[in-house]
């Protein structure tokens, strides 16, 4: 009997305890009454310092024919203006019936004069002047079109204390429009049944609105949040409009679900903005909005359109593990240098979502850290842009994909492994002394599985774990045949990759041609003119150098310039373009300028060209020396050494060679001619072909109806 009577007891007091505001009964909420009210203004608490005017866990009646709401407006306002330091009003877990007007528990003070520069901050006194101006002009305007007389000086509405409402239930409109706001709000898990109006209200401290439940509509057009707003774990089921609005400092809307009409068009976030793990039901437009800091949309889930477009983003946008909806647009969208779009883990439906963008641009803006959990992504993304006829954005996502298969096998030739590399190896990876330590502890007890393994090393953090995951590996594949093969793909793919960008880019290919062409005819002019000093002098004359010089140089810088507005890594290619046109010829050119020439006809050119037509060729099938058979031998004779525009023909001879295309058939004599020579001409020949084939590979990605005819 006592036990039963001990249960019934504790089930009567959990029963008394206030739990959330809206789910407990209105007998739980006393009325609040004119009588309590002044004795509750009278007697105020003190709470760490802070005077609190307790109306908690009341049902305060403020409908439009309740005779106690104009007692409390004007009871209550006297009582929050009344002392220097404002008190906090503390409405938690109370039950607000009808209308509840923060302009009326305000006091109005004259928007001109000095009287608001000790309240505000400099940030709100900045705004205030432009809000001066601002009303100024609309009094003017207003004046002249309705020809007014000159009007009384207009007021603000200036709400001074803190106000705590911790999980209270707003069954009425809660309006705060046009306010400046002196103190913080704290309503955290409070229920707002109908609209929340804070339209061109100004907030000077934080904004606590954690765990809301915005059951009408949340109007805060053109208002201004001067410190940190939270909204995270909110419920907007009606829709949100801040078109126009400013956060001066970090916003928060992380694990919020957002329904209806979500307007937050043309704000200006200058703090962090944090849409992460939020989920979107109606279509969230971000219309020419200006983000200065991050932009978080981490593991959010949108079911309608996510709308960026016209955005201008001064920093990285988060969309890690983002599901997205039917579309997301992207359009004249602005990327600062230092912003990107990371989309690691981001999915969508390539048959029913749309990914829409700036033509040329936004293939750029995507980023992807690694290859591994990402190659899914990375072809939808190109399927997209391909799907949408954006060929260059989807060949700078084919680009990408490249680049981080190099990286990837780069890290599997040269990477540290995890399991057995000596500590010195993992210091040079970048861990620091005391991290590498701790992961050969770790690993004597249990071998790593994966690279992720090593955040669970102690000591060894998130910073870490980035700086380290492209330099390390778990386990080496393949034997040494294996890795032999791997680092001559490895070396393929990377030729491709700084020449070509993968096939992708003509200006670059084009200018790597540009750059060989002069540098070879330079080369063939040394050897054809300059045969030997001693004893009778054949030199080249040096007008005919100059020429070909200038000519050359011309090319030469034409194509620099290509190459270097177009790589990526212009030091890089050069490197590779170096390595292809410079070791091997120079290597032939000094062992023939060693060994000498003695041969017949050491006085006519190497060169001869086809006599029987002038015309341009495409000379994809030509061999660059001539044919043996005496019947085309007539038709070659020897170039002419004795004419100005000789210069022209080593030009013309290096472009057949490299582009398979040129004015004249100019070709090398098949007799009497030193092998040196014609290895030089061979080599580059075989060079030409293989730049020829990427050229032609390189135009078929680039122009649209032959590369939709190839991969689809």
Known sequence: MTVLMVVVALLGGLVALPTVAGADPVSTHPLLTTEVLRQRLANPLQREGRTVVDLRSFTIDLKTDSDFATSFYRLLSNGLQRPATPPVLDLSYALVQGDFDLQKLGQREPLYGETLAPLLSPEGLSQLKRDRQRLSQLSRLSQSLLIQAEGTPQDIYLFRGPLLAVQTHFEGSVLAGETYVLGQILAQGARFDQELYLAGARFNR????????????????????????????????????????????????????????????????????DFARTLWQGTAFFLRDRFDQALFFTEARFEAPLILRQARFGAPVNLRNVLLGPEADFGDALFQPAAYLNVAGMEFSVEQTRILGTPGRIGRAFSVPQLAGNETLLRNLERNFRQLEQISDANRIA??????????????????????????????????????????????????????????????????????????????????????????????????????????????????????????????????????????????????????????????????????????????????????????????????LKQGRFHDHLHDSYLVEDGSMRQLRLLIARLPVIPKYYFFRDRYTPILLDRRWNWLNYLDFSLNNWLKFGFNDIRLRDHNVPGLVTALVWYQWGLGLIYTALLLWTLSRTIPGLNLLLYF
């Open 206 to 273: 934080e904004v606590n609105l954690v765990g809301a439940d915005f059951r009408g509509r949340v109007q805060a057009k053109s208002a201004i949040f001067f410190a940190p707003a939270r909204f995270d774990q909110g419920f907007f089921r009606q829709g949100a409009n801040f078109q126009g609005a400013e956060f001066k400092a970090n916003a928060n809307f992380s694990g919020s679900q957002l329904a209806g009409d979500l307007n937050f068009s043309r704000v200006q976030w200058q703090g962090t903005a």
């Open 399 to 592: 680009y990408t994909t490249e680049r981080l298969r190099l990286k990837d096998w780069q890290r599997q030739l040269i990477g540290a492994d995890l399991n057995q590399a000596p500590k010195a190896a993992l210091i040079k990876a970048g861990f620091k002394e005391t991290q590498a330590e701790a992961l050969i502890a770790y690993r004597q007890e249990k071998p790593l599985l994966s690279v992720d393994d090593i955040l669970n090393v102690k000591g060894i953090d998130l910073a870490a774990y980035v700086k380290v995951r492209d330099h390390v590996l778990v386990r080496r594949q393949g034997n040494l045949g294996g890795r032999v093969t791997l680092a001559l793909r490895w070396v393929l793919l990377e030729s491709l990759i700084v020449l070509s960008h993968y096939g992708t880019s003509f200006g670059l290919i084009f200018g790597v041609g540009l750059v060989a062409i002069p540098l070879f005819a330079g080369m063939f002019w040394f050897v054809d003119r300059y045969r030997r000093r001693l004893p009778t002098p054949i030199l080249p004359p040096l007008g005919e150098g100059l020429w070909l010089g200038g000519g050359g140089g011309m090319l030469l810088i034409l194509g620099l310039s290509n190459l270097l507005r177009a790589a990526d890594y212009p030091q890089f290619t050069l490197l590779s373009l170096g390595l292809l046109i410079f070791p091997v010829p120079l290597l032939l050119i000094a062992l023939l």
